[in-house]
């Protein structure tokens, strides 16, 4: 049989229980955090999706409550981890997930692969572990097909300022900036490496998806990705880089559609997608050996605000971000070779 795969990408933004302070002196009261639970409950309705992966999800509770105010998961598995700041425990944001398909496997990754640690020359770029963990879990979508799903959240292009430096000054915002990039590249790296790991000489779909914090053509998500074989390379050569790389849903529908309208955040102005859904070969329509195919993408982007034109901005009780579907038509099973109903070769 056949049946869709409907898997979605959702930036919280700070979804923190009330009363609790997070990054300062910021809390929600009892009124806001119960619109915002009642907004993420409306908005996971609509979007109708099987899997959904969640950045910036504080506490299992508050996640917990929204999944259910929506009621399209009466069954469903939530995966969670509270975290907390060691200097003066806070909470900290994790990324979460939801799923109507059964669990195999889940976990966290927080430090990279030995071998993803950057360098330049002699020098060794002293970022280790991925300041937001990536969330992984193997999940069961079908009696034959297992799908390996990724919730990431890079860093952002917000500029890291150190304690005693000068935020306004623009060669520091120049540096706090680069210091983002770095970050954010080499976190790119890690999780590049993790995927490689996984893809290479496998049938396994894979999943990721997530606040990628950069566009679809940016180096920081090329990286995480892979990039595509030069034409003029023999196609065995050009097999074993399709292996292990990633394709954006985005490029996938793009191809089939000249309109255009695909931005997750808007930023002084600047329409961008840095929500990102990348799938595995397996999902790719080209792929004659694939086991499905991304069919269509849906952006949920109607309450984002360009305050360069309104003067108002997102409230904190919705997302700074848009959501995104991706429904992926899986290929029927293969009958069994003896098997006595198998299909007329005509």
């Known amino acids: 049989m056949t049946r869709d795969l409907n898997i979605g990408t959702f930036n919280l933004y700070n979804l923190v229980l009330p009363g609790v302070t997070y990054y300062g002196s910021k809390r929600y009261s009892d009124n806001k955090y119960a619109q915002k639970t009642a907004w993420i409950g409306r908005q996971l309705r609509n979007m109708e999706a099987d899997v959904v992966g969640f950045q910036e999800a504080f506490h299992t509770e508050a996640i917990e ?40 496997t889940s976990g966290y990754i927080y430090d990279f692969p030995t071998a993803a640690q950057v360098n330049y020359g002699e020098q060794t770029v002293p970022i280790t572990d991925f300041s937001r963990p990536v969330l992984q879990a193997k999940l069961q979508v079908r009696d034959d097909l297992e799908v390996h799903v990724f919730v990431a959240h890079l860093k952002s292009k917000r500029p890291l300022i150190d304690d005693g430096e000068d935020g306004d000054d623009p060669v520091i915002k120049a540096l706090g900036k680069a210091r983002a990039l770095i970050r954010r590249a080499a976190e790119a790296v890690a999780l590049r490496a993790v995927m490689v790991d996984l893809l290479k000489d496998t049938n396994t779909p894979a999943i990721v998806l997530g606040d990628l914090n950069d566009s679809v053509t940016a180096v920081t998500t090329e990286i995480m990705a892979g990039s595509p074989p030069w034409r003029f390379l023999p196609f065995e050569k050009k097999k074993g880089i399709w292996d292990v790389m990633l394709y954006n849903v985005k490029d996938i529908v793009a191809r089939r559609s000249y309109h255009d309208v695909y931005y997750t955040h808007i930023y002084n102005g600047h329409y961008e997608a840095l929500d990102h859904l990348l799938v595995s070969e397996e999902f790719v329509y080209e792929n004659r050996e694939r086991q499905g195919a991304v069919r269509n993408v849906r952006l949920f982007n109607d309450h984002l605000l360009d305050d360069s034109l309104s003067g108002s901005s997102v409230e904190p009780w919705q997302s700074d971000h848009a959501q995104v579907v991706a429904n992926i038509r899986l290929e029927a099973p ?10 007329l070769d005509l």
């Open 65 to 104: 409550s929204a999944i259910a105010i929506s009621e399209y998961y009466p069954d469903a598995t939530v995966i969670h981890t509270e975290r907390f700041n060691p200097e003066d425990g806070s909470p900290l944001p994790m990324n979460a997930l939801v799923t109507r398909f059964p669990v195999i």
């Open 334 to 343: 293969e009958p069994p070779a003896d098997s006595s109903e198998a299909p």
